[in-house]
Each structure stands twice: as structure tokens, then as C-alpha cells.
Nanobody, 119 residues
Framework: VQLQASGGGLVQAGGSRRLSCTASGRTFSNYGMGWFRQALGKEREFVASISASGGSTYYADSVKGRFTISRDNAKNTVYLQMNGLKPEDTAVYYC?????????????WGQGTQVTVSS
């Protein structure tokens, strides 16, 4: 599985941005998907995940209520809608695929897309 993330850029605090991640291959609909982020000088951290069916979603406390993860299996794409952005959301955002759909074994990673939130 190859993952291609897009949608990053510069946004003002309080603004919104939608990230997309498109996967190659025919097994996308069997995979759980997730978004992680890594700020400069910090470790990579979990942001959100969604089950293969889209029926279950999970969020880090830091983004709960502001970010929404969703997926379109017909388009092999997972999205991360980010609202109410804060400067501390500045990071490289990575999408990832979990073939086990729920065990958190993220085996495939995209190249990352930079999100910069200005104050």
C-alpha cells in the first residue's frame, strides 16, 4: 500500500484545513487508517484513527472537538478536517494504514504534509 498525503499549508490561527490521503491498491477498505503528526523537535504523536468501515473513530484529547477524521472507501481516501487550528497544531502530518484494523499496527506510512498555523 502506498499512501499520498496532501492538503497541508499555511493557515492562520482559528482557521481550517482539510488533509487528504489517497491509497493505492484494492485493500484500502480493509484497513484501519490513522493520522499522526510530528512537530519540530518532538516525537511523533497520534492524532486520529478510523476503522475500516468508518464506524469507529478515535481522537487525541488535544484535537477532540476540533478535528474530524473520515474516509471514502470508493475513492481510497481518508480525510482529516481540522477546524479551530492553533499554533501548537503546527507539524508534519502523516497518514498511516493499519492492516489489522484496530490493533494499532500501522505498517504503512505516507510521506507527510506540513501544516503551519500562524498566530
Amino acid at each position: 500500500v502506498q499512501l499520498q498525503a496532501s492538503g497541508g499549508g499555511l493557515v492562520q490561527a482559528g482557521g481550517s484545513r482539510r488533509l487528504s490521503c489517497t491509497a493505492s491498491g484494492r485493500t484500502f477498505s480493509n484497513y484501519g487508517m490513522g493520522w499522526f503528526r510530528q512537530a519540530l523537535g518532538k516525537e511523533r504523536e497520534f492524532v486520529a484513527s478510523i476503522s475500516a468501515s468508518g464506524g469507529s473513530t478515535y481522537y487525541a484529547d488535544s484535537v477532540k472537538g476540533r478535528f474530524t477524521i473520515s474516509r471514502d472507501n470508493a475513492k481510497n481516501t481518508v480525510y482529516l478536517q481540522m477546524n479551530g487550528l492553533k499554533p501548537e497544531d503546527t507539524a508534519v502530518y502523516y497518514c498511516t494504514a493499519d492492516p489489522t484494523d484496530g490493533k494499532g499496527l500501522y505498517s504503512y506510512w505516507g510521506q507527510g504534509t506540513q501544516v503551519t498555523v500562524s498566530s
